[in-house]
Every structure is written in structure tokens, then in C-alpha cells.
């Protein structure tokens, strides 16, 4: 069974920069897509941003359109958010997750594996 685990959460001022962490591990984690999601408070999970298993496709929500990069080292067992131009309403518990497939899906009940979440607040 894969497992992840996030990290590289915080608080950080408006348009400041974050960079989180996914490390996996797991036989197969190489062989899945992974997401990003986010859960602000009172809210449902919400698709940030996906990797295909090759690492060529990438895609994001548009709330973060060329702001947020997703990238993966496979050696590495590690997938990567790298957070620019934060704003107040990226405040939230970011997720990241995995699925037994090559192809990215935008909807969190077709992820099979989680990590535990990182809370990233933005506030001045």
C-alpha cells in the first residue's frame, strides 16, 4: 500500500512563496498519478493541481493557474507544490494524493491513498 506523508506547511505573508512536500513510499508508487487537494475550513476538498505517473502531463484549478507548479522526482519518491504568489484564500489543509492509474482525476474519491495534510496560511 502506498503511504504519504506532507510536509512544508506554514504561515506566509501575501505573495510570498511555499513549496510543499509529498514523500511516498510504497512498491508501486511509481506507477500512479498523483493530486494536490486543498480543504479550507467549512468547506469539501478541492482539486488543486495532478501529475500523470510520467510526470509530462500536469494539470491545475484555476484558482492557481501560474501560480502553483506540480513536479515529481520518481528516484525520489517525491511529489512537490511549489506555491507562489500566495493569497488569503489559499488558506487551507493541503492533501496529497495517489491513485493506481497514469491519468490525473479531479475528483478525490478516485484516489485510493492520502497523506495526513499540511495547514498553509497565508495571512499579513
Known amino acids: 500500500q502506498v503511504q504519504l506523508a506532507e510536509s512544508g506547511g506554514g504561515l506566509v505573508q501575501p505573495g510570498g512563496s511555499l513549496r510543499l512536500s509529498c514523500a511516498a513510499s510504497?512498491?508501486?508508487?511509481?506507477?500512479?498519478?498523483v493530486g494536490w487537494f486543498l480543504r479550507a475550513p467549512g468547506k469539501e476538498l478541492e482539486f488543486v493541481a495532478g501529475?500523470?505517473?510520467?510526470?509530462?502531463?500536469?494539470y491545475y484549478a484555476d484558482t492557481v493557474k501560474g501560480r502553483f507548479t506540480v513536479s515529481r522526482d520518481a528516484a525520489e519518491n517525491m511529489v512537490y507544490l511549489q506555491m507562489d504568489s500566495l493569497k488569503p484564500e489559499d488558506t487551507a489543509v493541503y492533501y496529497c494524493a495517489w491513485r493506481p492509474y497514469g491519468l490525473v482525476s479531479r475528483t478525490s474519491a478516485e484516489y485510493d491513498s492520502w497523506g495526513q495534510g499540511t495547514q498553509v496560511t497565508v495571512s499579513s
Open positions: 501529475i500523470t505517473r510520467s510526470g509530462l502531463q500536469k
Open positions: 510504497g512498491p508501486t508508487v511509481n506507477s500512479g498519478a
